[in-house]
RNA sequence: GGCCCGUUCGUCUAGGGGUCUAGGACAUCUCCCUUUCACGGAGGAAACACGGGUUCGAUUCCCGUACGGGCUACCA
């Protein structure tokens, strides 16, 4: 009801555990695009609260992933902000303040179970083929401070035991909470069991860090994978016990990214196994020093990969498939959001990055042919400007990626090393030999205007002449000119190789042939 | 096992009681364009998991079953 009013503030808050999944950048983006369709605020935030996971190197590969992505927080460690700092190691005061407060209202305790004691008590379970959890059904017969003598709960925190301190989940409750994708979901609070908040190492856990920082950063959305949904009514019921319902931010549970074939989640594995990328960025393993590919390195455009990402699990309600950035905060909306898994599928992947690569200025991309070029080495001072942009022309509508195209059109720059044999050994007469004499040194040699229409024309013309059919001379004049059977249209490109070079390359052909 | 969430062409999805002979896209197939391979264009094959209700009518609502997924840590 106030929080109608308002401003939309979202969050992204990984941990930096690793390289960010895809799946992940998939949330980020969802957060980002609620965000600023309304206007709002889109903060980063590093949740690294456990410090035996982090891995060096995580938390830059995740700026560095949205900032190529072009998903830019508001607020974040970068940038900074009215809520710094942003990586809860830094807000440790807070959490703890939090659980105090709960501590004091009666609704957490102190836990001085041992890791031991407790993966006993599991394993004994386990055996009577039930599961164990620290809930209302046992929690009087374990060592906390709501069963221990009062006296004894303060002598062990005076001599600081090592505790933990755990939620005190109410039995017999049900908790209700309106999901912005799922719409209204329901649990038991008998099945919820009580979530440590703060651990022995004096850490908060996820579920009080989360939600202290949400009500801190005035986090109006809260947008998370589906793999948080069972524990969302603890989280609901520390928002209750904190009195703080009217400031829960709205929780949208994004489905998860399957795997392209078999069952599961999509993993690191699966990229490995089926030969594409699950990482934006390329990530090598600091530990291991094993390399993940990204779609980065594999050539996607950050348009392409956001555009085929959004689509994932979200749909516009219209057939429009090709988004940009600025489409996509426009269309965004929840309702079209999809309750199911979304299988990913690369063949699509690359589907959209032709898309975008057909819709690139040309002259972009023949800046980046002249770059491919230049790196190979086939650079020569005939290469003018001109030639980059009708070079990319000819080539773009053949290609997924940018830099596929200095090798699929290597004949626009380097005279052929051989000649396609399959084609010769089709076509080729020896009869044929005066036909392309003829066509080198006469008839293109006297043309005035080397264009594709002239050159056409009078191709066509001598072919007629000559009694010989075009569809078996033009592919020998293919051959000759490129070394391969196939390539770009064949006149628009002789145009662009110059009079002189065309002629060089048959009267080169022949007498190799 | 328990709990929660889900289930429309192979895949991403639209639709949400009658307009559904279920629409689009990727992939696939055919044809057109073309010297070729693409691009582009035209067309084809291809789906409401199953069983019960509710209803005049169910792909759409309800309940079961099956299947899939997630969670079940002092990880997030």
Redesign the pocket.
Same mark, same amino acid.
């Given at each position: 009801m106030e929080k109608v009013n308002r401003r939309i503030r979202t969050r992204f #808050?990984? *941990?930096p555990?690793g390289p960010l999944h895809i799946g992940g950048v998939r949330t980020a983006l969802y957060s980002f695009l609620f965000a600023k369709k309304h206007g709002g605020n889109f903060i980063l935030r590093i949740?690294d !609260?456990?410090r035996?996971?982090f891995v060096p190197g995580a938390e830059e590969y995740i700026v560095e992933s949205l900032n190529w992505c072009g998903i830019m927080p508001d607020e974040s460690i970068i940038k900074g902000g009215f809520f710094a700092p942003y990586r809860q190691s830094e807000r440790k005061e807070i959490y703890q303040r939090y659980a105090e407060q709960l501590i004091a209202d009666g609704h957490a305790y102190y836990?001085f179970? !041992?890791?031991e004691e @407790?993966e006993a008590l599991?394993m004994k379970t386990e055996r009577e083929?039930?599961?164990?959890? &620290?809930d209302a059904s046992v929690r009087m017969n374990l060592r906390n401070s709501l069963c221990l003598p009062p006296a004894e709960t303060e002598k062990m925190l005076k001599e600081n035991v090592?505790?933990?301190i755990r939620l005190k989940v109410p039995a017999g409750e049900t908790i209700t909470f309106t999901d912005l994708v799922?719409?209204e979901? *329901?649990?038991?609070s008998d =099945?919820v069991?009580d979530?440590?908040l703060i651990?022995?190492?004096g850490? %908060?856990? &996820?579920?009080l #860090?989360?939600l202290a920082d949400d009500i801190e950063m005035q986090i109006t959305h809260a947008i998370r994978?589906?793999?948080? @949904? %069972? *524990?969302a009514p603890a989280h609901i019921l520390i928002y209750r016990f904190l009195n703080k319902e009217n400031e829960m931010p709205q929780y949208a549970?994004l489905? =998860?990214l @399957?795997k392209?074939e078999?069952?599961?989640?999509l993993s690191k594995r699966d990229g490995d196994r089926l030969g594409f990328p699950v990482f934006p960025l390329q990530w090598k393993d600091p530990k291991s020093g094993e390399i993940s590919m990204g779609y980065r390195e594999q050539g996607y455009y950050p348009e392409a990969f956001i555009n085929m990402l959004a =689509? =994932?699990?979200?749909?516009p309600?219209t057939?429009q498939?090709i988004f940009t950035m600025e489409d996509l905060i426009r269309h965004f909306s929840f309702e079209?959001v999809?309750?199911?898994? #979304?299988?990913?599928?690369p063949?699509?992947a690359?589907?959209f990055n #032709?898309?975008w690569l057909?819709r690139k200025p040309v002259n972009e991309l023949a800046a980046s042919l002249k770059n491919q070029v230049e790196k190979q080495g086939w650079f020569n001072a005939a290469f003018d400007e001109r030639y980059f942009l009708k070079a990319a022309e000819l080539l773009r509508?053949?290609?997924y990626f940018d830099h596929e195209m200095a090798e699929s059109g290597k004949y626009l720059f380097c005279k052929p090393t051989g000649y396609d044999e399959k084609v010769i050994t089709k076509k080729w007469r020896e009869p044929l030999r005066s036909f392309f004499q003829v066509l080198a040194d006469e008839t293109l040699a006297n043309i005035e205007s080397f264009t594709a229409e002239q050159v056409e024309q009078t191709f066509k013309s001598l072919a007629e002449k000559h009694q010989q059919k075009?569809?078996d001379v033009?592919?020998l004049l293919?051959v000759f000119i490129t070394g391969a059977? *196939?390539?770009?249209? @064949?006149?628009p490109?002789l145009e662009l190789l110059g009079k002189t070079e065309v002629i060089e390359r048959i009267r080169t052909a022949i007498i190799k042939i």
């Open positions: #808050a990984p *941990s555990t949740e !609260t456990d035996n996971r836990a179970d !041992t890791a @407790l599991r083929k039930r599961v164990f959890s &620290y090592p505790h933990v799922r719409g979901v *329901s649990f038991n =099945l069991d979530k440590v651990k022995s190492d850490m %908060p856990t &996820y579920h #860090a989360h994978g589906e793999e948080w @949904l %069972p *524990s549970h489905p =998860l @399957l392209p078999g069952n599961g989640k =689509l =994932l699990g979200w749909n309600g057939d498939e079209h999809h309750k199911s898994g #979304a299988r990913f599928d063949e699509k690359k589907w #032709a898309q057909h509508p053949r290609v075009t569809g033009m592919p293919r059977g *196939s390539g770009v249209d @064949l006149f490109m």
